[in-house]
């Protein structure tokens, strides 16, 4: 069974720093993408950044230049720092996984953690 967990979120003031990790296991296939989503009140659940199989990386414009996702596919992790944190960057951040097989994507999920930043 496919397992994700987080750790690293936290309280923070406006212009510091904060990395969330997250460990994968229980497949057998290895991890196509990994990455993590974030979810304020209210907001619909929106990625972040993605980092895929072949190192590739995927990051959104809101905090390109800011958050840096990076992986290692030997321990099956995928960290995300975040620099120069604006409060708008409070929400829960979610670790996400997908793995593919036989032409279907199967979505796997953290439990979840907060990152709160105050200005």
């Known amino acids: 069974q496919v397992q994700l967990v987080e750790s690293g979120g936290g309280l923070v003031q406006t212009g510091g720093s904060l990395r969330l990790s997250c460990a994968a296991s229980g497949s057998d296939f290895g991890f196509d993408i990994m990455g993590w989503y974030r979810q304020a009140p209210g907001m619909k659940r929106e990625l972040v950044a993605r980092?895929?199989?072949?190192?590739?990386?995927d990051v959104v414009d809101s905090v390109k230049g800011r958050f840096t996702i990076s992986r290692d596919n030997f321990k099956n992790t995928v960290d995300l720092q975040m620099n120069s944190l604006k409060p708008e960057d409070t929400a829960v951040y979610y670790c996400?996984?997908?793995?593919?097989?036989?032409?279907?994507?199967?979505?796997?999920w953290g439990q979840g953690t907060q990152v709160t930043v105050s200005s």
């Open positions: 996400c996984t997908i793995i593919k097989r036989d032409g279907v994507n199967y979505a796997y």
């Open positions: 980092t895929f199989r072949d190192d590739t990386t």
